[in-house]
């Protein structure tokens, strides 16, 4: 189904007239809120005349991301001035410190678990989402996901499901309940077209993990010398509300590993234009699969860099190794 995105911002254009028309209204005449209602009521009859998006300079699209960031927005990056380019460099800066906040330890052991991760941005922020809660009752949750579209609307996208995720661990809820409340939350806060692939687990210390699938690329179970894919059991969350997940259960022994990785590992290109593929992933997994967590994922990452040698990156990788270490 294609979505109007000019119908969608002219709507949230509208929503925020009423708003800031009634805070007016209750709270008497104020110059910044005066301003601000003018503005939206200028980006409304751009509607009107069919140059909403538009630069005003060169009459280029302005870059979406911008638009749902701020609807407000009548300018392209190649025309900031001087002061507005700066203003925006500093802007992802701040949200490029906040994202790196939101990570969660690297080299994290805990009752014969050893996880680990790297986290590589294409761009100052990312809609990469990957995280590792511990609960009181020893249980350990890790989710690895990829919100679409890139920038920062897909950055903020991705701090919201940080929020969800972690709100909803502390209800110590099944894995499928728990992906299932987070989509129908994540899905309140999205436009039409926007959505995020997800992978959540939960490890016990007896060795099984109940790991769920929602549209995301399969994880990678790497156990006695055979890899075996846990692919997904839903649709992307934000697609439709109130949908239904199952889980798989695996029980991983001493020196059995779990991979996890996002679309940009497999969409890697190199200077003749292949994409690096699951084939390839799969190939240096096995090679690899002895290794401790950390080095798994530095094996993998190191093949990825290889392949893509002398191109440059258009997409955020992030992958995560969870192995179940000897006694």
């Not at 301003?35 to 998006?53: H, I, K, P």
């Not at 805990?110 to 009181?136: L, M, N």
Request: negative net charge.
């Amino acid at each position: 189904m294609s979505i109007d995105f000019s119908s969608v911002m002219r709507g949230q254009l509208e929503q925020r007239r009423d708003r800031v028309a009634r805070a007016i209204s209750s709270g008497g005449p104020d110059p910044q809120l005066t301003a601000l209602l003018n503005e939206v009521d200028a980006a409304l009859q751009r509607f009107e005349s069919g140059t909403y998006g538009l630069c005003e300079v060169c009459r280029d699209t302005v870059e979406a991301d911008r638009l749902i960031s701020n609807p407000l927005e009548r300018f392209c990056l190649d025309h900031l001035n001087a002061k507005e380019r700066r203003a925006l460099e500093d802007d992802l800066n701040l949200a490029s410190q906040v994202q790196l906040g939101l990570l969660p330890d690297r080299g994290l052991r805990f009752d014969g678990w050893r996880f680990d991760y790297c986290y590589e941005p294409a761009g100052p922020v990312s809609g990469d989402y990957v995280d590792i809660v511990q609960t009181r009752e020893t249980d350990l949750y890790f989710a690895l996901g990829d919100v679409s579209g890139k920038g920062v609307a897909a950055s903020m996208l991705m701090a919201k499901l940080h929020a969800v995720f972690r709100s909803l661990i502390s209800l110590r809820l099944g894995v499928d309940q728990l992906i299932e409340r987070a989509g129908r939350l994540f899905g309140e806060s999205t436009l039409p077209g926007q959505y995020a692939t997800l992978i959540c687990g939960r490890a016990s210390k007896d060795g099984e993990i109940h790991i769920c699938n929602a549209g995301h690329p399969p994880a990678l179970l790497i156990r006695g010398g055979r890899i075996e894919p846990i692919s997904a059991t839903g649709l992307p969350l934000g697609m439709f509300p109130d949908q239904k997940f199952s889980i798989d259960r695996v029980k991983l022994e001493a020196g059995d590993t779990l991979l996890l990785y996002t679309d940009g590992v497999l969409e890697t290109l190199n200077n003749t234009g292949e994409e690096y593929g699951m084939p390839r992933l799969v190939h240096i997994t096995t090679a690899s699969r002895s290794m401790p967590a950390d080095r798994l994922v530095a094996s993998c990452l190191a093949d990825v860099t290889t392949f893509r040698e002398g191109t440059s990156r258009f997409d955020d990788i992030t992958m995560m190794g969870i192995r179940r270490e000897p006694s």
